[in-house]
């Protein structure tokens, strides 16, 4: 039901602007042995993947209500999957909830 999402996420997120607002906040993920780096593209898609996978587990796993938004976030990346079955990436600078 989601591969098609997940190839359109893949496709039309703009990677290049996440990367560059992470050279530029100097936000780096950290790699094997202490290495810290902004990662490559292909490292976020990749990433970005493995969050799409996991949301998607959880929505079909029946632990969650029907109506619940589901999501994973790690590393600047929120995927989400709202209670229409929607899926949505977004990359998280600042966020208050109130």
Same mark, same amino acid.
């Given at each position: 039901?989601?591969?098609?999402?997940? !190839? !359109?996420?893949?496709?039309?997120?703009?990677?290049?602007?996440?990367?560059?607002?992470?050279?530029?906040?100097?936000?780096?993920?950290?790699?094997?042995?202490?290495?810290?780096?902004?990662?490559?593209?292909?490292?976020?898609?990749?990433?970005?993947?493995?969050?799409?996978?996991?949301?998607?587990?959880?929505?079909?796993?029946?632990?969650?209500?029907?109506?619940?938004?589901?999501?994973?976030?790690?590393?600047?990346? !929120?995927?989400?999957?709202?209670?229409? !079955?929607?899926?949505?990436?977004?990359?998280?600078?600042?966020?208050?909830?109130?």
């Amino acid at each position: 039901m989601y591969n098609d999402d997940v !190839k !359109k996420i893949r496709a039309e997120f703009d990677f290049v602007e996440v990367q560059k607002v992470m050279k530029l906040l100097d936000w780096k993920w950290s790699f094997d042995v202490g290495e810290r780096r902004v990662p490559s593209i292909s490292e976020m898609k990749t990433f970005v993947e493995g969050l799409m996978c996991n949301t998607i587990r959880d929505r079909n796993s029946g632990e969650y209500g029907e109506n619940e938004n589901i999501y994973h976030s790690s590393g600047g990346f !929120k995927v989400t999957i709202n209670e229409y !079955k929607r899926m949505s990436l977004e990359f998280v600078v600042e966020r208050v909830n109130i």
